[in-house]
């Protein structure tokens, strides 16, 4: 990734935000791996409810991350 000649307004924040899309990406990947493995159609919903809230919570950070610059 290139860097920008201006540092972030909040350096932390972006940082967290960062954190957040990289960890959320990785549960995400696990949940999809879990997918298929779900023993019934409830748990399937389940894991996918949760990588549905996950996704929102990616696009909140990456919504964050572009206001920032």
Known sequence: MAD?????DDP?????????I?????????LLEWLPLAR????RRALLARV???LGEVELSLNGLDSMH
């Open 4 to 8: 920008r000649f201006l540092p972030a």
């Open 12 to 20: 932390v924040l972006e940082e967290v935000l960062n954190w957040t």
């Open 22 to 30: 990289a960890r959320d990406a990785q549960d995400i990947r696990r």
């Open 40 to 43: 019934s159609s409830k748990e």
């Open 52 to 54: 549905h809230e996950l």
